[in-house]
């Protein structure tokens, strides 16, 4: 596989094999120490790949009403890829980031507004000097209400992009159920928290979402 285009999707055949068995992480977030998994009743869960996973896991970790959060991979083939494999391009996968909010406290407009606004949606399998599949935008969605709340929120996002200059929207959106969530290595999780002065490749197109534009 050596030379080969990490910007085009593997096929399934191809594919890392993976191992049964999730990655350690920590019990406790970095920052406001809620659990990284098994979040209590109320609490939903969204996914999102918007580039590099660290900066983009701050964003969110930022954000009132937000309960935890943790990097992973999502939309690939390989089961409980490693970081070098996902870098590699042959798993499929995108960094995404797990969050996990309280909807009386936060909406999922609130968290898909802070989504097209902290990255560029229309880069494909790149974001800035980022390239590969595993730097795709993508939206995994939980659920009917989910999946409609990102597609119209989509539509209009691309209006103001439009408006903007920008060209059309790359993201990937489909239900998490079919690309599911795999927890990163301990070490990626809240790495900008321990790593204050840490890389963060992610950035806006300055182009305002409005907010309520999914309900």
């Known amino acids: 596989m050596f ?55 701050r964003k969110f970790w930022e954000l009132d009403g937000v309960f935890s959060t943790a990097a992973g991979y999502a939309g690939g083939i390989t089961p409980n890829p490693t970081y070098e494999e996902t870098c590699s391009g042959r798993t499929g996968h995108t960094e995404v980031v797990l969050v996990a909010y309280d909807p009386t406290k936060v909406t999922y407009d609130t968290l898909l507004a802070t989504f097209w606004e902290d990255h560029n949606p229309t880069q494909g399998m790149r974001q800035g000097n980022d390239m590969g599949t595993q730097y795709r935008s993508a939206i995994y969605t939980d659920g009917a209400e989910q999946a409609a709340a990102a597609e119209r929120s989509k539509g209009v996002f691309q209006e103001q992009l439009t408006a903007a200059g ?50």
């Open 3 to 57: 030379g080969r285009d990490k910007t085009r999707m593997i096929d399934a055949d191809a594919a890392l094999p993976g191992r049964p068995d999730p990655m350690a992480i920590p019990e406790r977030h970095h920052v406001n120490g809620n659990p990284l998994a098994d979040f209590p009743a109320g609490i939903a869960t969204a996914v999102f790949g918007m580039g590099c996973f660290w900066g983009a896991e």
């Open 166 to 215: 920008y060209g059309e929207i790359t993201t990937e959106i489909r239900p998490v159920a079919d690309a599911p969530f795999f927890y990163a290595e301990g070490y990626h999780q809240q790495y900008l928290s321990k790593n204050p002065s840490g890389y963060c490749g992610i950035g806006g197109t300055g182009v305002s979402c409005p907010i309520g534009m999914a309900g």
